[in-house]
Nanobody, 126 residues
Framework: QVQLVESGGGLVQAGGSLRLSCAAS????????LGWFRQAPGKEREFVAA????????FYADSVKGRFTISRDNAKNTVYLQMNSLKPEDTAVYYC???????????????????WGQGTQVTVSS
């Protein structure tokens, strides 16, 4: 059974930082792009960041570029999202996901991901 488990969410003041982690079990994702998405109440799930299987390429939504950094440790089957300079509009449930196909670049559509975690809540107060 493939499982992705996010952790690291919480409540933080605007301007603060959080680091999300997503640990995979059941299979290795070392050949897949891993991504982070978020969903705020009443809004659609949106792309945040993605990192290629080797970790050599990363892609970000314009809204988080320069503030968030995605990274991965294939030895630990884990992907991270470092979030700095957080804003109230970053408040959402954050999900990690794995690309349905191996060794692709720039996968930003949620429909291209077929393994999802349960999500972790991030709340940024003003």
């Amino acid at each position: 059974q493939v499982q992705l488990v996010e952790s690291g969410g919480g409540l933080v003041q605007a301007g603060g930082s959080l680091r999300l982690s997503c640990a995979a079990s059941g299979r290795t994702f070392s050949d897949q792009t891993l991504g982070w998405f978020r969903q705020a109440p009443g809004k659609e799930r949106e792309f945040v960041a993605a990192i290629s299987w080797s970790g050599g390429s990363a892609f970000y939504a314009d809204s988080v570029k320069g503030r968030f950094t995605i990274s991965r440790d294939n030895a630990k089957n884990t992907v991270y999202l470092q979030m700095n300079s957080l804003k109230p509009e970053d408040t959402a449930v954050y999900y990690c996901a794995a690309d349905r196909a191996p060794r692709r670049f720039g996968v930003t559509s949620l429909y291209e991901y077929d393994s999802w975690g349960q999500g972790t809540q991030v709340t940024v107060s003003s």
